[in-house]
Nanobody, 124 residues
Framework: QVQLVESGGGLVQAGGSLRLSCVASGRAASAFAMGWFRQAPGKDREFVGAIKVVDNSTLYADSVKGRFAISRGNARGTVYLQMNSLKVEDTAVYYC?????????????????WGQGTQVTVSS
């Protein structure tokens, strides 16, 4: 049963923009919060940002604050990651995740459902 599907990744030049989409289904569509994480080759998966469904409040990693923005779509279970002023170091596989509980949203282990990931490559 597919729960989360990301799309929108691709190749972009430094300074450019991309918007990632995530569509949740099943139990994931009733998540307390939706998060975005990324993983570059040879590195651990890191928190990018999250949005709480109840009030649309957001939180971001310092590395993306002011450049990335998370929002929810009109359709239930839809969330976006708008990425502006992209840098080469933003290159990674980006994952959408759903958390069913209100705890430590910056930590990957609290998320219950994960998408398959979408590649974002930023060239210099």
């Amino acid at each position: 049963q597919v729960q989360l599907v990301e799309s929108g990744g691709g190749l972009v030049q430094a300074g450019g923009s991309l918007r990632l989409s995530c569509v949740a289904s099943g139990r994931a569509a009733s998540a307390f919060a939706m998060g975005w994480f990324r993983q570059a080759p040879g590195k651990d998966r890191e928190f990018v940002g999250a949005i709480k469904v109840v009030d649309n409040s957001t939180l971001y990693a310092d590395s993306v604050k002011g450049r990335f923005a998370i929002s929810r779509g009109n359709a239930r279970g839809t969330v976006y990651l708008q990425m502006n002023s992209l840098k080469v170091e933003d290159t990674a596989v980006y994952y959408c995740a759903a958390a069913m509980r209100q705890v430590f949203l910056t930590m990957a282990r609290v998320y219950d459902f994960w998408g398959q990931g979408t590649q974002v490559t930023v060239s210099s």
